[in-house]
């Protein structure tokens, strides 16, 4: 069995807590969140599992319940809801909270520390907790696991054939950051869970860095126990009042539909179907629960905008008296409306435009109700292991109507694929299957990485001191003036602030401009853009082979020589300017290729790696798990360094991802153009004067000589949209 083991899984959108979740109060809450708090409750009863942490995003916000500010949630055996702060207080939808992720790794990763933890698997879920996970991971040194859930590529495809104009979905979604952060995550993964065979073939083909021999298919499952029995009377009671005030005669057969007020669920679509079939209308009930409600008024754009159609069309149709839209319901009322539409003899309908999964499907096929849904996505999977219904085309409001019609026109057939499916569920989507399979997945990968995780200890050998700064050594330092060099050297002087250096080229190069420059000895070098770290000391110097080690993971050096080598605008540096962990290009400015176009390339060769470019004539590969910004974060984890004790000051275009987080970032003004991309923010500074000038000119203005209390995180968002470039965030 070995150990009992230790998993995080990070789930960021949306309202999560541990009982009576808010599904369908808006698109972020969803069959997500509920999947993966029911997974980690799971996993938490499983013998093998010591502990198991859900991380989500903390949230105060008067408009929502009080629940989701609290940092820390206990769900019972060794299972537990960690909310931590990234960004904005308040609730917002995913797409405009990418630029605030960074704060969230950096605060993930000093709760893990005060803790004293280090968990043995990370799993994440959807790209934006695959920007935070992977990452974190990355520093950790243990595997990384990842589930999509929806793809950004999927998404948009669908937009764009529903007529969207591409600029409006990107300035909407934000899905060109999303999309690269997908790839980033599947090339950072141990593994991919996947819901079904067809979420592959269809979806997460699409990626560059997509791996067959990665991916496995778990299909989640479904707490079966809200099933078992008659339910609760008072549910059961309180189920009815709010169906049947609405119907004429609540005895007919129920065509039941529970879905997120979505146009991508075709709710509208299910109303059509009903009302243009003569024998449904006259001999069964439409029931669609679309989340809560109070004044349509007051929702959201889109789920108003589902709304207002659902109800024209139930009045064009005169369907009053024979459809049932309730306004409100709790957690608990979700089964009851199973249970209800079950005893009547009805049928479950999901109609969705696309499907990744379809949890409700499950949900109903526990309950006993025979399924008709889309055969786009999961719903293949389920019809094919339940056999208890019938697939068809969302785009086909007859076809639907038809297909309601042949189960519910024949009871002992409605009957017996209600049976069918409530047998098969259980068999195949109960939850004890799907953990079992997952830690048998997991336990594969964790020899794998055969590598000591970061120790968590205290300062050893490494100076104590109250603030750091951080910088590269740019070749323009040759140039300042003695004064301007001696007042540096003076920052240093009384051990209160202590030097680091991160810079591209080697650790002897590095030293050597520093003992030419007279700068003070540094406690850390991270070297070849992170593919080395060192702690110097008076005629010795210490390797960090921890490190070495944990980045060195499936790191294929010569592939990625094999594929770049020769590419028109490249050419290799000197072997001087090699490392066993970085290879390095010159770059034509005019005709090289871009950033992107170069990451492309190994991904289409199966190759892991990040492209870094500076000052538009310089290209890097490192490996996945490396570079400046995961470097440092290693060395903060490590030995207990404050991210907001450090002031990074940035000249090339190899700082941008270190000046994301919660360290204080000072831009010189004559840095790097490539660094202008970063939007402004109260911990970044853009700096008008050049140079240390511009280093002195940052420092002041935060007054980090003096111990000045750094600003607090950014905590306010103007606007509900805001565009984020890849480049900006990214690698």
Request: hydrophobic fraction near 40%; aromatic fraction near 6%.
């Amino acid at each position: 069995m070995g150990r009992p083991l230790d998993i995080l899984h990070f789930s960021l959108h949306g309202l999560i807590r541990g009982q009576e979740m808010e599904l369908g109060r808006d698109p972020d809450t969803g069959g997500q969140c509920l999947y993966v708090l029911e997974l980690v409750k799971a996993l938490s009863r499983h013998p093998d599992v010591r502990r198991v942490t859900l991380v989500t995003r903390r949230v105060s916000d008067p408009k929502v319940s009080t629940d989701y500010a609290k940092p820390h949630e206990d769900l019972g055996h060794g299972a537990e809801i960690r909310r931590i702060d990234g960004g904005p207080k308040l609730y917002r939808r995913k797409e405009v909270l990418w630029r605030h992720l960074d704060a969230m790794i950096d605060n993930t990763l000093a709760w893990l520390r005060r803790e004293r933890r280090m968990p043995d698997l990370i799993h994440a879920h959807y790209g934006d907790a695959g920007y935070v996970g992977r990452q974190v991971a990355a520093v950790l040194g243990c595997p990384f696991v990842f589930t999509g859930h929806s793809l950004g590529r999927v998404k948009r495809m669908k937009l764009m054939e529903s007529g969207m104009d591409g600029a409006e979905i990107e300035k909407r979604y934000n899905l060109n950051v999303r999309i690269e952060s997908e790839e980033m995550s599947l090339d950072a993964a141990s593994f991919v869970v996947t819901s079904t065979h067809q979420e592959i073939e269809e979806q997460y083909a699409m990626y560059d860095q997509y791996a067959a021999d990665r991916m496995r298919v778990i299909p989640p499952g479904v707490d079966l126990s809200r099933f078992d029995g008659e339910g609760d009377a008072e549910v059961v009671a309180s189920v009815a009042a709010k169906l049947e005030r609405f119907l004429l005669d609540p005895q007919k057969p129920a065509v039941l539909a529970i879905a997120r007020a979505d146009e991508r669920k075709n709710l509208a679509g299910l109303v059509r179907a009903f009302g243009g079939n003569e024998w449904l209308r006259e001999n069964a009930n439409l029931v669609i629960v679309g989340g809560n409600r109070k004044l349509i008024e007051d929702l959201a754009p889109g789920p108003r905008k589902v709304w207002m159609e659902l109800l024209r069309l139930i009045d064009d149709c005169d369907l009053r008296g024979n459809v049932a839209i309730p306004k409100t319901h709790g957690a608990a009322e979700v089964a009851g409306f199973f249970r209800w539409a079950a005893e009547r003899g009805g049928v479950f309908v999901n109609p969705a435009f696309t499907e990744p999964f379809g949890l409700t499907l499950l949900e109903a096929s526990a309950a006993g109700l025979p399924l008709v849904a889309t055969h786009d996505g999961g719903p293949r999977d389920i019809l094919a292991n339940c056999e208890n219904g019938v697939l068809v085309d969302p785009f086909d409001p007859v076809a639907i109507g038809k297909a309601i019609e042949g189960i519910l026109s024949e009871p002992t057939h409605q009957a017996a694929l209600a049976a069918q499916g409530a047998k098969a569920v259980r068999e195949f989507y109960g939850w004890s299957s799907h953990v079992n399979r997952y830690l048998r997945e997991m336990r594969k990968v964790l020899p794998m990485m055969n590598l000591p995780v970061v120790p968590v200890v205290e300062r050893v050998g490494l100076a104590e001191c109250e603030r750091w700064i951080v910088m590269d050594l740019p070749s323009a330092l040759e140039g300042e003036s003695e004064e301007m060099m001696g007042r540096l050297r003076g920052v240093f002087e009384d051990g209160t602030i202590e030097l680091g250096i991160a810079t591209g080229m080697s650790y002897e190069r590095a030293m050597g401009m520093i003992e030419r420059l007279g700068m003070p000895l540094p406690s850390f070098v991270v070297s070849r853009l992170g593919a080395r770290i060192d702690y110097p000391r008076p005629g010795a110097v210490a390797r960090d082979e921890v490190w070495q080690r944990q980045i060195s993971v499936n790191w294929r050096r010569e592939e990625v020589v094999k594929v770049l080598e020769g590419l028109h605008g490249l050419e290799l540096q000197p072997e001087a300017e090699q490392d066993a962990l970085k290879v390095s290009f010159y770059r034509d400015d005019r005709s090289g290729p871009r950033r992107l176009e170069v990451q492309r390339k190994l991904r289409e060769a199966g190759i892991a790696a990040k492209v870094l470019v500076t000052a538009g004539r310089y290209l890097d590969v490192v490996p996945v798990r490396s570079g400046k910004d995961v470097a440092l974060r290693y060395l903060m984890h490590k030995w207990g360094m404050d991210a907001s004790s450090i002031l990074y000051f940035a000249t090339l275009g190899s700082d941008a991802a270190v000046m994301r987080g919660r360290m204080l970032a000072v831009v010189a003004g004559n840095s790097d153009p490539q660094l202008e991309i970063l939007t402004e923010r109260v911990r970044l500074r853009y700096s008008e004067q050049t140079g240390l000038a511009g280093l002195f000119e940052g420092i002041e203005a935060y007054g980090f000589l003096e111990g000045k209390k750094p600003p607090g995180p950014d905590d306010t968002l103007s606007s509900d949209h805001e565009t984020v470039s890849v480049e900006e965030l990214l690698p």
